[in-house]
Every structure is written in C-alpha cells, then in structure tokens.
C-alpha cells in the first residue's frame, strides 16, 4: 500500500486523510505533442442505501488524440475499516458522450467535428457499486499517462504520469455524496487580457458540508508531488502581472496573463461536517495560454444593488463584443441554477422571486456570436443576501364582537412573526408571538363595537435575532354585542340569509345581492368608528350602494330582512 502511505504523508497535517479527488490534465498545445488526455474528474454519489454509490468518473480527451477508453477500470483502496483492509478493482462503462467542450474563442469547426481547429470532448463513465465496508481512508483512483512534454512550469512533465482520484471516508459519517466541481474544465484561455477561473465545487447533500478551497502542487508517480520549474509554485503556477489572486472561501482564481505557454494548476476543495472531514477533491489542470483573435470574454465589475426581500438589480460593466448576456443564480449552497437572459447587451437584470433573508450566489457570462454561438466562460461568482422582510398580505378573518383571526403570507424560510396590536387611538400596544412559522394568531378580549388597528413583522433568524420592519397598520372593527333575544326576532349575529358583494374593494359604488327571504330590506352602512353613512331601503333582493363620497377604509354592510339580519364587511379604495 505505498501508494496510500505517499497520499498520507502529503495530507498527514490535515489529520485523517479526506476525501480527495485529483483531477489531472494532458492538453496538446501543440499537435506535435498531441497526447490524448486532457482532464479527468472522478466522483460519487450515495443512494440512499448503506454503503451503495454511483461512481462517474469524467474524462476529457483531445480530439486530435487517441481515442478515449471504452471503459475505466478504477481502483478501490481503503486500510482502516476496523481491522480490514481492501485493495480491488471495479469497471465502469461508458454511459454518456462525447459531448464537444464549447472553446472560449471560436475560430471554425474542430477536430471534434472534421475541422483543423483544436477542440476537446467529454465522455462519462458509471456504475452503481456496493463498498464492501465502512473505512475512514477509502482512495478511488484512475491512472494514465502521460503529460503534454510542453509544459512549461514543471520539471521533466513528459516522464510523468497522470493520477486522478478520490477518497471517502465513511466510517465518522454514515453517507456522504462527493463534491463536484461546477464548470467543466476549458483548458484554453487567451493572453490577450485577464480572466478567472471558477474552480469552485457544489456539494449535494442535505444540509450542505461546508467547504474549503486551497491551491496545492500537482502530483505524479505514485502520489508523489511534481517539481516545480523555477520561478513557479502551488500559489503562482502562471506568469501573471499582478500576481495570480485566489478566494479560499469561493473557489475563484484570477490571472493577469503575461506569457504564451502550457502551465498545469491544481486545486483542492475539502468539506467537513461538524469539524470532520468527510470528502474533498482535487484538480489538476493544464491551461493553454494563447493570443486569441476573438475577444469573447465575460463581464466584469459584478454588483448586486436595488436588494429587497424578493428582488435584487444585478449589475455589470458590459463586455466587447457582446450581444447579450445570460445570468445564473441559486441560493447558496444548492445545486440547481436560475437562468436568465438579457434581451439586449444591457449592464443588468433584475431578478424577481427570492426567499427574505437568505443568500445568492450568482455569475453572468457573454454570447458574442449567435451563427454559431460562441459564450464566454462565467464570471466569477458574487454573493448577496436579501433583506428580511414583514410577511405579505396582512388582513383579518373570523371578526367577533370579543376577537379576531388575524392572517398573512408566511415567507418559507421565516422562524416566527410578532403582531401588535391596540384600539384606535390608544398609544400602548399589545404583543403576541406566533410559536413558529405560521401564517396567523388568533386574538381575544377585545371590547365590543370598537375599531382596532395592528400590525405583523418577521423574525427571520434566532441567533443573532434579526426581525423585519413592521408591516402597515391595519383597521378593523369588531362586532357590536350581541342583542337582547325578542321572541319572534332571530339573533342578529347568526347571519341566516347570504350575502354577495362587488367589486371588492369597491371605488364608485358597490353592488349587494342577497337570498333574503322577507322584502324589503332595510340596509345601513357604518365605518369602524360608528358613524353612519348610508342608510336606504330596497324592494329587492339586489341593490347597489354608490360609494364615491366615501373616504377610503373598512366600512361594514348591515342588511335587515324582516327579524333576521345578516352582516358583512367591505373596503372602500
């Protein structure tokens, strides 16, 4: 088991070996040196049954190479599973592919479609295996040789083999889906300006681990680490004035090139749970650094502005070249992307449908030829969070003459909301708290025939608290006591006959049917604080009340019918 021992060594400081998946890349710069690989990625996901994945390892080759495999043999290793150790191989099979790698410059037709232009596809490999046990250091890996001889920032690189591979360890957790890197790696950037490289991963498991990017040296033979040529090293792999930047919390890596040439990166994206690593992954990729006669590059200057609870303005400094842009978001952390396009080349997109108080993450890139489409790589990824926000559509259901139901729209992602609440005109609030996410409180001990007015605000996290803004006060008014019972008079609180109300709310007047049975009826309008503003008779079951000298607000619709009255609210605008 030398081989595990050398990866030991190399990650021994971390403590226990993690996850890690090495992604090496042959790229023939020139057709000369034409090899056959160019990237490679292995991963995996759990089922949902004890020990049982679906490994896929992603193979990219050039096109002007060799073909690629007609299937992988992966090699499985683990030596701490309780006193047991394993060593086997398992086969996967090709189930996807090839699928053409679209360049960053588009030139003409490619290798990879009968063309002399330079060109690169994937090709996926698969199979849903059961590990034989719960090990800490499980190592999957995939050899092959070898590297581009051109390759300028490592010693001797045509001698070297290429490993890729991944670990596991399933023994301090009991499932873990591996992380998977989120842009396919284009091995073809142009010197003609700067550019970043999204070297960021996504994991998929609920909730999220949390994850760490590092740049790391590229490994060979064995496991062993390469030489760097003089003047190179993990953080600065490229010539680049100013220095290479890089974002351990993002991913993103950015380079201001100054030298034509083949140089190989590598990066390491680990993830824990709980303060234990349980996965990581590793990149190692060669970048071709070339003049490009088309400048198809991604926008720059990213800025979130405009950010509510629901809607953010997403701005840039727009491109040459470009037609229009397409811009991607999703909640931080998640898998799956929104996609938006602009309808012109215009600087910004506003997007509409966020949850209150949660973070986005988000990047745009540039179409700059439509016959045949040629897209920029992405931007780099930017975050927002969005403000937290009082719920939606405050109003009042189940009035009495003692209580009241008061509703909203609960947000999703919302912990709890505070109402408050007072008779009109009072200075002292009452506060009630909901004892969740719900989307009402029911309010009682109210006083008879009065108007009162309230309002609700969100509660969107515990620690440290954060709460919305208050909402606008609503008014309502309670029911008047009920009456004294007259023998031959129904109560007047048990609404015996319908009533239906238009429009809603009313403007210039309102119109009034009901199944009364007894005509005619005897109709008076009050507001919340009593006043009478319509009182009229009708020989009808229908009728309409004209509302246009009315000021705006909550008015309640008294109908009487013989010994039976029935009454309703409604809001005049």
Request: net charge positive.
């Amino acid at each position: 088991m030398i081989f595990l021992q050398k990866l030991k060594y190399k990650v021994g400081a971390a403590g226990r070996p993690f996850a890690l998946l090495l992604l090496l890349i042959c790229h023939p710069f020139e057709k000369a040196f034409a090899t056959h690989s160019v990237a490679a990625d292995i991963t995996y996901t759990y089922l949902g049954t004890q020990n049982n994945y679906r490994f896929e390892v992603h193979y990219y080759r050039d096109c002007s190479g060799i073909p690629a495999p007609t299937s992988i043999a992966l090699t499985m290793q683990a030596q701490n599973c309780n006193g047991n150790a394993w060593n086997y191989t398992i086969t996967l099979a090709l189930t996807s592919g090839p699928s053409v790698i679209p360049p960053v410059c588009y030139l003409g037709p490619s290798t990879c479609n009968g063309g002399s232009i330079w060109g690169v596809e994937e090709y996926v490999y698969s199979l849903d295996h059961n590990l034989p046990g719960n090990c800490s250091d499980w190592v999957f890996s995939y050899a092959i040789c070898c590297r581009n001889n051109s390759i300028l920032n490592i010693v001797s690189p045509g001698s070297q083999t290429q490993y890729f591979y991944s670990t596991l360890n399933n023994m301090d957790v009991s499932h873990n889906s591996g992380l998977q890197f989120n842009e396919s790696p284009v091995p073809f950037r142009c010197t003609n300006g700067p550019f970043c490289i999204d070297l960021s991963a996504t994991d998929s498991d609920v909730p999220s681990d949390s994850i760490v990017y590092d740049l790391v040296t590229p490994l060979g033979s064995n496991g062993a680490p390469l030489a760097w040529a003089g003047g190179f090293s993990a953080s600065q792999p490229i010539p680049s004035s100013p220095a290479m930047t890089f974002n351990p919390q993002t991913g993103q890596a950015c380079i201001w090139p100054t030298m034509q040439g083949q140089y190989v990166l590598a990066v390491r994206a680990t993830e824990y749970r709980n303060g234990v690593e349980v996965g990581s992954v590793h990149r190692d990729m060669q970048i071709n650094m070339v003049p490009c006669p088309c400048m198809c590059l991604p926008p720059v200057g990213l800025l979130a502005t405009n950010i509510s609870g629901t809607t953010a303005k997403l701005k840039w400094t727009k491109a040459i070249s470009a037609l229009f842009y397409e811009v991607r978001f999703r909640v931080q952390g998640t898998t799956a992307w929104t996609v938006k396009k602009t309808a012109q080349n215009s600087g910004s997109k506003t997007i509409s449908g966020l949850l209150p108080y949660t973070t986005y993450e988000w990047k745009v890139r540039t179409l700059c030829a439509v016959n045949p489409k040629v897209w920029s790589g992405w931007s780099p990824k930017e975050l927002f969070t969005t403000k937290c926000v009082p719920p939606l559509n405050p109003h009042e259901t189940d009035v009495t003459s003692s209580g009241a139901k008061l509703k909203w729209t609960k947000w999703s992602n919302a912990v709890s909301y505070e109402v408050r609440y007072r008779e009109l005109g009072a200075t002292t609030w009452i506060v009630k708290k909901t004892a969740q996410n719900h989307g009402a409180k029911i309010i009682s001990g109210l006083s008879a025939s009065t108007a009162y007015e309230w309002k609700v605000r969100t509660r969107c996290a515990i620690s440290p608290k954060i709460w919305s803004g208050w909402s606008p006060k609503i008014q309502f008014m309670t029911l008047p006591p009920a009456p004294v019972r007259i023998p031959g008079m129904t109560d007047p609180g048990s609404s015996p006959f319908s009533v239906s109300i238009s429009p809603v709310p009313a403007i210039q007047y309102l119109d009034a049917r009901t199944n009364a049975a007894v005509l005619p009826l005897y109709i008076t309008v009050r507001d919340l604080l009593g006043r009478t503003w319509s009182s009229l008779g009708s020989m009808s079951d229908g009728f309409r009340l004209e509302t246009g000298s009315m000021p705006a607000g909550v008015y309640f619709l008294e109908i009487r019918s013989g010994t039976q009255v029935a009454r309703t609210r409604f809001v005049k605008k």
